[in-house]
């Protein structure tokens, strides 16, 4: 299969400060992409310009083998969420399917009433009263009945409670059951992703940090634990991503492809939030680095 | 039909808990040939969880000959683990639980129940062996 997203050297620059940085992915069809970072990391950067509301300073970004944005045909395949899913306050449920079906070329009526049904919405009701996870399901539904091939998804659950949350994610991925979508969604929880996501990417101070299907990441990292030594004594293709140290204990978070046969040390598997968080603290420790030799510099 | 839950905390990955439930049911039996297992849709919508995560649990049981996956229709039950067994459980259970009280009645908590289960689960094994 092709790729949904392929990126090369991508780069968006507001101003002077860059928003994302030399981001070459290519992500597989078939698949519930998770984009995790902390908040201004660049996720909702990469995924706009996914989309086509936003075009690259550099590199290159296609979208389902086309240029993001470019033409009816192009939008009509992909179904965009952006964050707290909007909708008209003022316009009825109904009014949303009817905009829907004046506005989407593949529009499928009835699986959009068949959702509304389904999910208990007055269709007489005004948006504006909806609550806030029934405003997300509304925003979905409107999404998924355009019968996109991919689905862009910006922090779809972040503002909902842990049951409308629970609730969105189940019914997304009904949707990805029966109408075999692919999906990229972003969240700075990987713990909402945890469940859904079966390829990640992991975006920290506007760079892609690791990106890869989860159990191909799961299988290559793995958790060290033994006597203290210096990381710079570790065998060749080792990459550490995180260490840290007691006055007797050494802890590792490794990338490697080969088992660590020492025996000095103590493997074990890694969770999916520790891996993400680990690049995450990686990326942090590094800017810190910076930032002191920085000072240092101008002292 | 059998209902799917998982336990996020056991860091056992998904499928596998998916297959090792089925497997369970399957020996309890709970499931036997001929059952149906419980749609993908339904799972996912029921989990919140990746639809690939049920195919695959789904496909390595069907390779490991327990189902088989009848397009358009749904997963069915075609094996069994109960080793024909299954007429044994009842009597067996009722002796199980008459030790269990003997067991409680001498003072034992529920640890020192399941280390000496577990204890003499392995050295009769190892007798087996031998």
Redesign the interface.
Known sequence: MSAVIETGGLGKRYRRKWALTDCTLSVPA???VGLVGPNGAGKTTLLSLAVGLLAPDAGTIEVLGGVPGAGRAQLARVGFLAQDAPVYAGLSVADHLKLGARLNLGWDAGLARGRVDRLDLDPGQKAGTLSGGQRAQLALTLAVAKRPELLVLDEPVASLDPLAR??F???L??A???QELSVVLSSHLVGDL?????YLIVLVGSRVRVAGPV?ELLAAHHLLSGPRRDPATLPDGLEVISASHTDVQTTLLVRTSDPVMDPAWTMS?V?LEDLVLAYMSQAAGRRRRDNRHHLEVRK | MIEFHLDARSGVAPYRQLIHQVRHALRLGLLRKGDQLPKVKDVVARLAINPNTVLKAYRELEYEGLVAARPGIGTFVTGTLDGGSLAAHGPLRRDLARWLARARRAGLDDESIEALFASTFRSASEEDIA
């Open positions: 078939g698949h519930v629970r609730e994610l189940a019914d991925m009904e990805v059951a029966e945890e469940r859904v996501c079966d159990e598997e969770g």
